[in-house]
């Protein structure tokens, strides 16, 4: 590495730093005003879009990551982290050390994230539907919700795609550009479309 690529990497690292403190510190005044329970040193990286319907409510864990800028995940963003809940009673809960990157939550009923869970570049996790099936009312008829739960230390690859009702058992990894479509086991890499169980992950703990 030259000693222009060195000083070139240590001032994006510093302006990182500056940008972290300054959006975080904005999103914790606007999560006080809205009524987002936020934890402790939750770390915004850009502006992270909320939008919280009367009578839902948003729960974040500590040291939690939400990356919204392009420079914040080389992988490539395409857009900023958007956190949004769409009936009143709907309650997302996001657990302490999890992150995500430009990642989509759209919640109608439940959306619980355990501890420690990595959501990759892009992903879209939902409960609900969005419109209705009926052909002639798709705007106003019934929209279909069903709670949605990954458990701890899952890891959900890039452009992926989780649906209503789904549960991931803990530790598994969804293999990139995957849709979920029924509940994973624990302990397994999974991907496709629809995502299957591939094979067992081998864990420190040997499971």
Not at 26 to 53: D, E, P
Not at 90 to 115: D, F, N, P, R, V
Not at 158 to 174: D, F, M, P, Y
Request: hydrophobic share 35%; with cysteine.
């Amino acid at each position: 590495m030259s000693r222009f690529t060195s000083i070139i990497n240590k001032l994006r690292i510093k302006k990182q730093d500056y940008s972290v403190r300054y959006y975080s510190a904005l999103t914790y005044l606007f999560a006080r005003i809205y009524g987002i329970k936020l934890g402790k040193n939750v770390m915004f990286f850009k502006f992270t879009t909320f939008f919280m319907q009367e009578g839902s409510r948003i729960e974040i864990g500590d040291n939690v990551q939400f990356r919204s800028g392009v420079v914040t995940n080389l992988f490539g963003l395409n857009h900023r982290c958007v956190i949004s809940t769409h009936r009143p009673g709907a309650h997302i809960k996001i657990g302490k050390g999890s992150g995500m990157s430009g990642s989509t939550i759209g919640c109608a009923t439940s959306i619980e994230l355990g501890e420690n869970v990595m959501v990759g570049a892009n992903t879209v996790i939902t409960d609900f539907d969005w419109h209705s099936m009926d052909p002639y009312d798709r705007n106003g008829g019934e929209i279909l919700s069903r709670p949605v739960k990954i458990e701890d230390r899952v890891w959900i690859g890039a452009n992926c795609l989780v649906l209503k009702g789904v549960t991931i058992g803990e530790n598994t990894v969804v293999g990139a550009g995957s849709v979920v479509s029924s509940s994973l086991p624990a302990n397994m890499i999974c991907a496709g479309n629809p995502c299957k169980p591939i094979k067992p992950l081998k864990t420190t703990y040997g499971a």
